[in-house]
């Protein structure tokens, strides 16, 4: 079993930065063999796949709306994921949820990952 929670939101403005760190308590293997994924969900709108990094090489992939502004990493001895967000945009508004899937080939969509945080709130203000 896999517990993520995430932290680092808040309300900023239009061009500001925002680190979100997701950190996983796990029951069972490792961290590292899990694929982890950030996605978000505005309000009214379906959850939408950010980017993430892949559990063996640590492959990185992005949404286009973000490519260029944001970043992943993770750190395996500190089961922690992190999502660099610059230049942010008031369209980037949305609660943001962290993801596992294990052994994962790092999926673009939500019913893919069976594991979730429980989300953090992110505004931008223009």
């Known amino acids: 079993q896999v517990q993520l929670v995430e932290s680092g939101g808040g309300l900023v403005q239009a061009g500001d930065s925002l680190r979100l760190s997701c950190v996983a308590s796990?029951?069972?293997?490792?961290?590292?063999?899990?694929?982890m994924a950030w996605f978000r969900q505005a309000p009214g709108k379906e959850r939408e796949f950010v980017g993430g990094?892949?559990?063996?090489?640590?492959?990185?992939y992005f949404a286009d709306f973000v490519k260029g502004r944001f970043t992943i990493s993770r750190d395996n001895a500190k089961n922690t994921v992190n999502l660099q967000m610059n230049s942010l945009k008031p369209e980037d508004t949305a609660i943001y949820y962290c993801?596992?899937?294990?052994?994962?080939?790092?999926?673009?969509?939500?019913?893919?990952?069976?594991?979730w945080g429980q989300g953090t709130q992110v505004t931008v203000a223009s």
């Open positions: 990094i892949t559990w063996s090489a640590g492959r990185t």
């Open positions: 993801a596992a899937d294990l052994y994962g080939s790092l999926a673009r969509v939500p019913n893919e990952y069976k594991y």
């Open positions: 796990v029951s069972e293997r490792t961290f590292s063999v899990y694929t």
